[in-house]
């Protein structure tokens, strides 16, 4: 790995983890004024528009790798690239408007568990998100542009600034107001648009030499990025079939206050996972430069390194939250919904999987040819999505369905790796042989220690700061000595000593 992708990344770890903590403190401030009830109908209302969130996602993996070869290949062909991308997001949000105006209401009405008191507050949330999630849509594509430029430093302080602004939405809550949960969809919804705002300035600022016009429309280009943007669309549906959709599972089947312990979990493991998904996104341009020419060790380095520090960014944080689940929910919600401690412990096992295996889809993104991936990949997570119903169906307890996501996530990442070996003779033994057992030893090694500390002290801060330390001090010890390749400890050390020498 080069010097800029380790600069980016500790840039984006750096500010990331002021954003993590700002997000979780806001999960406890808005649950604490909106009650669990009215949270979990927050959460069930976003979790509507949610489900169509593969569609910005899926939409920014295909442009920025368009973006990367149209940089590669000069000023003009950016400037094609931008134009016929921009037909596309407006297509996409012309459409997702049409079909939200339409049929949402009737969708909220009609099949979601809410309080009858609450329904009419709960209608006027959902507008609020169906204009959220049109801007995420737009800034998307500002947010492509930026990533593939490498500018990471502009995306980690606009994400410090978003998480600022919702944590401004959270604390306003604290005031008298009539109705908490319209405020605070409305004040969201306000943010959403400054971001948006703040990106449009940012890419002015930065990129202003790209004079783009409709004019610039490229017909060839457009037909190639749907074509990619299509199979692309198809996996990232099927995950967020498998995230949101069974939030509204067990809406159905349970009720609000089980949902909101389901969303308290996913959110602990959704912050640990932006960690590993910052250290993706760095990556993902080099991989693809790498791809584009014809580099294909320099693609399996990258991606071997990077799905054990992937995995180490993530375990760092992890494992004193799966030692202490209780304790730190209790510091951070002082009451936590009932069957959330389980849910949390169970969705960070997942977020771990899950961790190991982002490098290696980046990697197979790169090479374009990502029907086959996808569909693989894709009819496991609807096949996920049709157990977990049967499953709650027959009245298995809402803890099920992340034991069912564990098992999804092992045999997902052993089909990434047999479709990337396909795809660019990439070496399955070489990733089971170096990445597998560097991660395996981490997490023996910082666990036992951890446990056995946690048997030794009473339940406090004390014990909580000591397991940390130990976990984090043997994690780093084993990620340094076996995790990293001997050209990159000389990189890190280089580092380090330019930055002590400051």
């Not at 600034?161 to 306000?190: C, H, N, P, Q, R």
């Not at 910052?278 to 020419?293: C, D, F, G, H, Q």
């Not at 090479?367 to 157990?387: P, R, S």
């Not at 030794?456 to 397991?467: H, I, K, M, P, Y």
Request: glycine share 4%; charged share 15%.
């Amino acid at each position: 790995m080069n010097k800029k992708i380790i600069v980016n990344t500790l840039a984006l770890y750096s500010r990331q983890a002021l954003v993590v903590l700002i997000n979780l403190y806001v999960v406890r401030i808005v649950l604490n004024e909106l009650g669990v009830s009215d949270y979990g109908v927050y959460n069930v209302i976003l979790g509507v528009t949610a489900i169509f969130s593969f569609i910005p996602s899926a939409m920014t993996v295909s442009v920025q790798r368009q973006f990367v070869f149209s940089i590669e290949k000069g000023r003009e062909s950016l400037k094609r690239c931008f134009s016929s991308c921009l037909v596309i997001y407006l297509l996409m949000i012309a459409l997702s408007s049409m079909l939200f105006f339409t049929f949402g209401s009737f969708f909220v009405k009609e099949y979601l568990v809410i309080p009858e008191q609450r329904l009419s507050p709960a209608l006027t949330l959902f507008y609020f998100s169906i204009v959220i999630f049109i801007l995420s849509i737009a800034t998307s594509l500002l947010t492509s542009l930026v990533i593939s430029h490498e500018n990471m430093k502009v995306y980690a302080i606009l994400s410090v600034i978003e998480a600022l602004l919702k944590l401004m939405s959270a604390f306003i809550l604290a005031y008298e107001i009539e109705d908490k949960l319209i405020t605070y969809g409305a004040l969201v919804m306000l943010s959403s648009l400054i971001v948006f705002m703040l990106y449009n300035v940012a890419c002015i600022k930065y990129y202003k030499k790209y004079r783009i016009s409709i004019i610039g429309f490229d017909k060839q280009l457009f037909v190639d990025t749907v074509k990619f943007s299509s199979w692309t669309l198809f996996g990232f549906f099927t995950s967020v079939l498998r995230t949101h959709a069974t939030t509204l599972l067990i809406n159905q089947w349970f009720n609000p206050v089980v949902v909101a312990a389901r969303v308290i979990s996913n959110t602990i493991s959704s912050q640990l996972m932006i960690f590993a998904n910052n250290l993706n996104v760095s990556l993902y341009p080099p991989i693809v430069r790498n791809y584009a020419n014809k580099d294909v060790n320099g693609v399996n380095t990258i991606l071997i390194e990077g799905s054990k520090i992937s995995f180490f960014l993530v375990w760092l944080l992890a494992l004193p939250m799966l030692v202490e689940t209780e304790f730190f929910l209790k510091v951070w919600l002082v009451t936590p919904p009932v069957d959330s401690i389980s849910f949390t412990r169970l969705a960070l096992i997942e977020a771990l999987l899950m961790s190991l295996g982002l490098v290696v889809g980046s990697a197979a993104r790169a090479t374009g040819k990502i029907k086959k991936y996808e569909l693989i990949l894709g009819a496991v997570q609807i096949l996920t999505f049709v157990v977990t119903v049967f499953v709650l169906y027959i009245g298995y307890p809402a803890y099920s369905v992340f034991v069912i996501g564990i098992v999804t996530n092992l045999i997902m990442l052993f089909l990434r790796l047999c479709i990337l070996q396909f795809l660019m003779g990439f070496s399955m033994k070489a990733f089971i042989s170096k990445v597998l057992p560097t991660v395996s030893f981490m997490v023996i090694t910082s666990s036992v220690f951890s446990v056995f500390l946690r048997q030794e002290f009473q339940n406090g801060w004390a014990r909580v700061v000591v397991t940390l330390f130990i976990g984090t001090f043997f994690s780093f010890l084993v990620m340094y000595k076996y995790g990293l390749s001997a050209e990159l400890k000389i990189k890190l050390k280089s580092k380090l000593i330019d930055w002590i020498r400051r």
